[in-house]
Nanobody
Framework: QVQLVESGGGLVQPGGSLRLSCAAS????????MGWYRQAPGKQRELVAL???????NYADSVKGRFTLSRDNAKNTVYLQMNGLKPEDTAVYYC?????????WGQGSQVTVSS
């Protein structure tokens, strides 16, 4: 069993910052990918950022230069630092762990960017 526990969502004004955290527990393999997806109302879930155990990252074009994803392998935790937030970043953010051809998801964290 794998569990993902998210924290850090909330309401922020445009241009502000938030940090999301996601801690994985259970049967975690040494090679995996962790990251974040988001889903805005009426839209499909989309990739925000992904990081593998080697540290290599992949970002959606819409967040490049504003969001930074990092991980602590010892803690099986990833951190998404979001700066320069825009109203279009408003969505439910879901933590994802991909290992052994399976996907695991967190419960979702609401991020709202509004003045």
């Amino acid at each position: 069993q794998v569990q993902l526990v998210e924290s850090g969502g909330g309401l922020v004004q445009p241009g502000g910052s938030l940090r999301l955290s996601c801690a994985a527990s259970g049967s975690i393999f040494s090679t995996n990918a962790m990251g974040w997806y988001r889903q805005a109302p009426g839209k499909q879930r989309e990739l925000v950022a992904l990081i593998i155990t080697t540290g290599s990252t992949n970002y959606a074009d819409s967040v490049k230069g504003r969001f930074t994803l990092s991980r602590d392998n010892a803690k099986n935790t990833v951190y998404l630092q979001m700066n320069g937030l825009k109203p279009e970043d408003t969505a439910v953010y879901y933590c994802n762990l991909h290992q052994q051809s399976r996907d695991y998801w967190g419960q979702g964290s609401q991020v709202t960017v509004s003045s």
